[in-house]
């Protein structure tokens, strides 16, 4: 499906359809229907029927086995979670093997005889080796072949792989478009979760981690020693990766930052009064200062380290910061 907010990227893509590269790199925000999209194109050019505008009929035998994800002419790499665990504290990956799986693959002869379409997503998951495997078939594309590739990140892409694609920027919906579709969802406190997500309407609803995320901000907008202690082990608890707290915590001082300069806040509206609060009695240096030793946290995201004693450690400056002492 394509999403209302990319129709005219879908109308731009269409009109060059006899024109199309042999590989697209979608890019945009994540949680806006890049793969959504990405995953229409690979229909409509598998369809054996498509309609005068080259969508996809829906109803050939390529686009029902594609519907039922068993077209034998469409490979996807996307990072698979272990049969039987949990993402918990990994950083999952697209890995060489897979990529070399479908590689050998791709060179034979299209099972129905028309084009092989190859999409990866995200793409910025792909490990070096992975994505040094991918660049090799990029740069001798096989006849026949299309390669959609899928990023959030698109800085985080080798070189060499963007530059051997042709790069479509997905927008984003507009607030409006957004909030009408959580709306129709019947997504509870839309609003608010809206403005965490950054005005990307497509999350995955975690009501446990909005619970926690909660109690977080009622912390941080009066933290106290003991209770830092209780929260850190109840995080602790949840086998989340530090970089969601990182996440968490970054967007609260970005929060009160705007709030030093009298701007309202992006990401917490519905703790506006806190925030300004927060701002009143707090130095900007000094929130700099703390945003800094989070930005060098950020590499470790999902590093086996201790998640319950860096979260002691970065709240613990927190409350000096928020003491403001001297």
Not at 217 to 231: E, G, M, V
Request: aromatic share 10%.
């Amino acid at each position: 499906m394509i999403y209302p907010w990319h129709e005219t990227q879908w109308q731009q893509l269409a009109a060059h359809w006899q024109n199309r590269p042999n590989a697209w790199l979608f890019t945009g925000k994540e949680n806006t229907g890049k793969t959504e999209f990405a995953r229409f194109v690979a229909q409509a050019l598998l369809c054996e029927s498509p309609k005068s505008g080259h969508e996809p009929c829906g109803e050939c035998a390529s686009c029902h086995l594609f519907s039922q994800n068993t077209h034998p002419d469409f490979y996807e790499l996307t990072p698979e979670i272990p049969e039987g665990e949990a993402i918990g504290r990994k950083l999952l990956q697209i890995k060489i093997d897979a990529v070399r799986d479908i590689v050998e693959n791709i060179y034979l002869t299209a099972v129905r005889g028309g084009l092989r379409v190859v999409l990866v997503h995200p793409a910025e998951s792909m490990n070096t080796q992975a994505a040094n495997g991918l660049l090799k078939a990029l740069e001798e594309p096989p006849q026949h072949v299309v390669f959609l590739l899928v990023t959030h990140a698109r800085d985080k892409l080798l070189p060499t792989i963007k530059s051997r694609c042709r790069q479509m920027v997905l927008p984003s919906p507009t607030h409006e478009q957004a909030a009408a579709y959580l709306r129709q969802q019947g997504v509870e406190n839309a609003e608010a979760l809206l403005a965490f997500h950054s005005g990307a309407p497509l999350f995955t609803p975690a009501p446990e981690l909005d619970a926690l995320r909660e109690e977080l901000l009622t912390l941080l907008a009066a933290p106290r020693l003991l209770a830092i202690l209780d929260y850190a082990a109840a995080f602790d608890k949840q086998k989340q990766p530090l970089a969601v707290f990182i996440d968490w915590l970054q967007k609260w001082l970005t929060d009160v930052g705007l709030a030093q300069q009298s701007m309202a806040p992006l990401y917490y509206p519905h703790h506006a009064q806190a925030l300004l609060q927060t701002a009143s009695k707090t130095d900007s240096r000094r929130l700099f200062s703390l945003l800094g030793r989070l930005n060098a946290l950020n590499p470790y995201g999902y590093h086996t380290l201790s998640v319950k004693m860096q979260l002691e450690y970065l709240l613990i400056e927190y409350l000096d910061f928020w003491q403001n002492k001297p």
